[in-house]
């Protein structure tokens, strides 16, 4: 079946939802189903997803609500069902909205609920890390430890939740190092989450008497000869990929030189 046809219809809940081809191209599934299924029509609509949903998302798409303002006054509890709606459909416009708009509805009361919406889902990973953002704006005013901020939020710090932090752009690598030891100190019994963590910091970022510090310090840490030497590679690539970067810097500045 071609998109050239303009009318289509949705099968939402058992009631059907009429739109237009361009409901059809802005999601990847419906097309992948108009161009490889024979008939299509009327398309099935999972039902884990609500009508109001997809009459919204018609509604906007159909109207090219580019920044989906019809969304302004509805709960984040209907913004998230929405977010994992759009991302099983492929409606990435949208989507990237949605996560923008998501992103700024974040708090310190919130922001659980959020990291629980979404810590299962792959394709809603920025906004899992996003969740993160309440605490790791304590960790770097320098307000709360990893612990005291955990414990304000009534959570424990898995390995998951602390892989978050470390990703998190508003933390640098020596604080991200820190709250990892620290994190370690008290969890040394998870030995075999520690080089993925460790790998989370950008060690090509920091200056490379800070790299050697920090290697020896992880030496300190009896995790194993295996995992000590896989860290050095850590470090090596980082500090090629380093390397790297600041010759392309430099051949940009001779470049800029002679024009």
Not at 104 to 121: A, G, R
Request: aromatic content about 8%.
């Amino acid at each position: 079946m071609s998109t050239s046809s303009t009318n289509f219809t949705l099968l939402v809940h058992g009631k059907l939802i009429p739109c237009t081809s361009r409901v059809i191209v802005s999601s990847s599934l419906f097309l992948d189903m108009v161009e490889l299924v024979e008939d299509t029509n009327p398309i099935p609509i999972p039902t884990f997803i609500s009508r109001q949903i997809m009459l919204d998302l018609v509604e906007m798409v159909e109207k090219d609500d580019s920044e989906c303002a019809h969304l302004i006054l509805v709960s984040l509890e209907y913004l998230l069902d929405f977010l994992i709606a759009v991302d099983f459909l492929g409606c990435e416009g949208v989507k990237a909205v949605l996560e923008e708009k998501i992103k700024d509805k974040i708090t310190e009361s919130n922001w659980k609920k959020v990291f629980n919406y979404t810590k299962n889902i792959l394709g809603l990973v920025n906004t899992t890390k996003n969740s993160m953002i309440p605490i790791c704006t304590r960790l770097a005013e320098g307000k709360n430890s990893l612990s005291m901020a955990m414990e304000r939020f009534n959570c424990q710090c898995t390995p998951s939740i602390l892989k978050l932090v470390l990703k998190n752009d508003c933390l640098g690598g020596c604080l991200k190092f820190d709250i990892l030891k620290n994190w370690f100190i008290e969890n040394s019994e998870a030995k075999g989450e520690i080089l993925s963590l460790l790998k989370s910091i950008q060690f090509k970022e920091l200056e490379d008497s800070k790299v050697e510090e920090i290697r020896s310090e992880v030496k300190t840490w009896n995790i194993g000869e295996e995992l000590e030497n896989s860290f050095c590679e850590v470090i090596e690539t980082a500090k090629k990929e380093k390397k790297k970067l600041l010759e392309a810097r430099m051949n940009g500045l001779d470049f800029h030189f002679f024009l």
